[in-house]
């Protein structure tokens, strides 16, 4: 039996999986505003979870963010509160178990590994394009965390093959770089690109749908997006060459994408006729919990 908690900005969710994969519980509470009551709500949460499902004796969590291998204190959370504290440690104590902490997107590339839509892969890139632009790495079904914990993060690199007469200047990224990855192909960047030379106020879906019916505007953010992601995605295989590279988040639902992307990737990639495996996410936005339980292994 594993045990995943996804720890997310308003809910926290707990799933437990069978040894093979097959969800046997799941249960939501809200997620509180402070550091305190967090650590209560998860020791309740896992104390009614033993009641449905029997003992266990460890927990896998994933969670925007990462621990700092320096500190080993919670950095980068979008749950504030959670920063700078030793959140393995004081779940460990309340709850009587081992804890197992990794970042939501290394929780998705893990499950998408071990029985997803990568299943069988020994090398595994999932991105997850949504509101930001997340990574993670998993070799041989184990997440590379990284020696700064920060593995898989693509997304804050300079978009590849940069030129501002055709990409655009949208300017300054929330990490203080300039023309970031995520600031073109997460849904939120693609939308921003577009209305930003359109004076619209579409959102990623509306766009991409008004190219699928061949309206001119938007076929042409959308033929740069392809560009776009294909130039991030071959950036990333000259150097990590993965076995396959997995989608999530809101993206990763345009279907047309996968063809397009990959016969764009040719072109930058440094090998004649590559192989390339780009595939939509099995299980799409529970991909996260799964991946915390299969932490749990551990
Ligand atoms: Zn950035």
Redesign the pocket.
Known sequence: MLVGLDIGGTKIEVKVLSDTGIELFVRRVATPNNYDDFINVVAQLIADTEKEVGAFASIGAGLPGAVSPVTGFIQNANSVFLNGNDVVRDLQKITNKSVSIANDANCFALSEAVDGAAKGSSVVFGAILGTGCGGGLVVNKNVLTGKNAIAGEW??NPLPYYDPAIDGDIGT?????KN?I??FISGTGFAAQHNQKNQTKLNSKEIVDLAMNGQIEAKASYDLLVDQMARSFALLTNILDPDAIVLGGGMSNVDSLYSDVKRAMSNYIFAEKPSIHLVKAKFGDSSGVRGAAWLSRR
């Open positions: 997304g804050h990224c929330y990490c203080g770089r970031c995520e600031q």
